[in-house]
């Protein structure tokens, strides 16, 4: 069965350095989406991708981050300038075209922020 | 806006138990919900998912969920817990924005089974 597959699995970054998450989606899916869990907390919305833009981003997401797909497989998160509250596990997820298709999700990255 | 409550952090069973994990949701429209499982170091894995139609949704691994309209729940079953079902369960609501669907998470249900 194809997966979403994430790397690093885990990444190791000094504050205020820069980080690039890396996701491969699921090849025939159209929608692309970043979640964060910070340990002990709930999983939470980041952005959502689609037709090579932003479709929604929530209140997390703010100039720090970027999202982009460069070319026709991989899908990246990047935050430019870590802080300590970055430090979480970060899952990729991918849907097929359809209003409510399931999502499919990565293993996550754990990015940890020194 | 939306939002998802699971009242219990840990639940605790016997193997071969029976199992009910709560779920209760708020949403204005008509809920697309799931529930999805992970295990340690792993992503998230879809067990089960309600749009429309029958209340009782199946599920893989044996589980299966009721959709109840008049109490917000959306409930997950299993008649017989196996040791291998030890995980973090998640139940979320869809919200569809036109560019994807957005989940909404419950905080989580840890289960631990004793054998």
């Known amino acids: 069965e194809p997966e979403v597959t994430q790397t690093p699995s885990h990444q190791v970054t000094q504050m205020g350095q820069e980080v690039i998450l890396r996701c491969v989606p699921i090849?025939?899916?159209?929608?692309f989406y970043w979640y964060r869990q910070i340990l002990g907390q709930k999983v939470e919305f980041l952005v959502s991708?689609?037709?090579?833009?932003?479709?929604?981003k929530s209140e997390i997401f703010d100039d720090q981050f970027s999202v982009e797909r460069p070319d026709g497989s991989n899908f990246t998160l990047k935050i430019r300038s870590t802080k300590l509250e970055d430090s979480a596990m970060y899952f990729c997820a991918s849907s097929p075209g359809g209003t409510f298709q399931p999502q499919h999700f990565g293993d996550g990255t754990r990015l940890s922020i020194l | 806006a939306q939002s998802v409550t699971q009242p219990d952090i840990h639940i605790t069973v016997s193997e071969g138990a029976s199992l009910e994990l709560r779920c209760n949701y708020s949403?204005?429209?008509?809920?697309?919900l799931f529930w999805y499982v992970q295990s340690p170091g792993q992503g998230l894995q879809l067990l089960l998912k309600y749009f429309s139609g029958d209340t009782l949704v199946q599920g893989i691994k044996g589980f299966e969920a009721e959709f109840k309209r008049s109490q917000s729940s959306f409930n997950l079953r299993k008649p017989s817990v196996h040791w291998s079902d030890a995980a973090e369960y998640f139940c979320?609501?869809?919200?569809?924005?036109?560019?994807?669907?957005?989940?909404?998470f419950g905080t989580g249900t840890q289960l631990k089974v004793e054998l």
């Open positions: 949403y204005g429209a008509t809920p697309y």
């Open positions: 090849s025939n899916h159209l929608y």
């Open positions: 979320a609501v869809g919200t569809f924005t036109g560019g994807g669907n957005k989940l909404t």
């Open positions: 991708f689609y037709n090579n833009e932003i479709s929604e």
